[in-house]
């Protein structure tokens, strides 16, 4: 609708998980950093975890991106799921044979199939991604089937990723074997006021276009607003740049941006509360 008017390829604030349009924030960087190494070092578990929009999904594409050849990554992304189910969805993320087996058969393939793998010198990794879902049962039940190891290696690896309340999960006393499993664990921040702005201009530039589109002011109001969390920013972005459009307001000043805020306020959308002050 607007990209044209705007001189945009493309929308630049899709809520979608692009990686191609993942900017790296510091703490962006360095929860990367941390997931490559957990990779490379054939660690056991890592957890990654952040508040909802934080850009955890995001980070996970760029890293399924980025493996080599000798990574071999299966991807669980769901909400809720039994703990007497994950055999199925494991082998399902790893185009495994499941369909009427039993529990105990489905695990001898899986156990096969890493066992052909490490053969092979691939290694093994599962991302489960909305762990905190997966409850008590779920998590050690994965923990339990990441119990077979070579040559004090282990087989299979896994990145348990989800909002704060997996960490709350992780330190219950029901879990404390799978706690000393964990060897690599970061709790994604939302970005600062000066990492927002460049995140901003950053997705811009990604659809070609203009990084002044939004005046300073805008921007202020826009930031303080979301407090920094990547996909509030983007929604936020993406409806002033519609209502930018429709007042053939180009650059979008703090007008459309208070305008954009009272009426997602009005609509039960208001993202963290006032405005009234930003943190520079």
């Known amino acids: 609708m607007y990209e044209a008017f705007y001189g945009l390829r493309e929308k630049p604030f899709s809520i979608l998980p692009d990686p191609s349009y ?13 997931l490559k190494y957990s990779l490379v070092s054939g660690q056991g578990f890592t957890a990654l975890s952040g508040e909802i929009g934080s850009g955890k999904t995001t980070l996970i594409n760029k890293l399924v991106d980025s493996i080599e050849d000798d990574v071999l990554m299966g991807v669980l992304s769901f909400t809720q799921v039994g703990s007497t189910d994950i055999l199925e969805w494991v082998a399902m993320a790893f185009g495994l044979d ?27 990794v599962l991302v489960v991604d909305e762990a905190q ?3 008590l049962a779920g998590l050690e039940k994965l923990r339990m089937l990441s119990n077979v190891n070579a040559r004090k290696e282990y087989l299979l690896h896994m990145i348990l990723v989800g ?4 960490r ?19 709790h994604l921040d939302a ?14 530039q990604q ?8 005046s300073d002011q805008a921007l202020r109001l826009l930031i303080a607003e979301s407090r920094g969390v990547p996909r509030i ?17 180009n650059p979008i000043d703090a007008d459309i941006a208070k305008s954009v805020i009272a009426d997602r306020a009005k609509m039960g959308l208001a993202s963290f509360g006032s405005t009234a002050t930003v943190s520079r």
């Open 133 to 135: 879902n997966m409850g």
């Open 207 to 214: 659809a070609g276009g203009d990084p002044l589109i939004f």
């Open 168 to 186: 709350n999960l992780i330190s219950a006393p029901q879990l404390k074997q799978l706690q000393q499993r964990i060897a690599v664990a970061f």
């Open 22 to 34: 993942l900017y790296m924030s510091k703490g962006h960087k360095r929860a990367l950093v941390l």
């Open 233 to 249: 920013v983007n929604s936020l972005c993406d409806l002033a740049l519609v209502y930018g459009f429709s007042a053939e307001c």
């Open 98 to 124: 499941y369909e009427g087996k039993s529990e105990t058969a489905i695990y001898e393939t899986f156990l096969e199939f890493l066992i052909r793998e490490y053969a092979a010198g691939r290694k093994v």
């Open 163 to 166: 909002q704060p309340e997996l």
């Open 191 to 204: 970005m600062s006021y000066e990492e927002s702005r460049e995140y901003i201009i950053h997705r811009l």
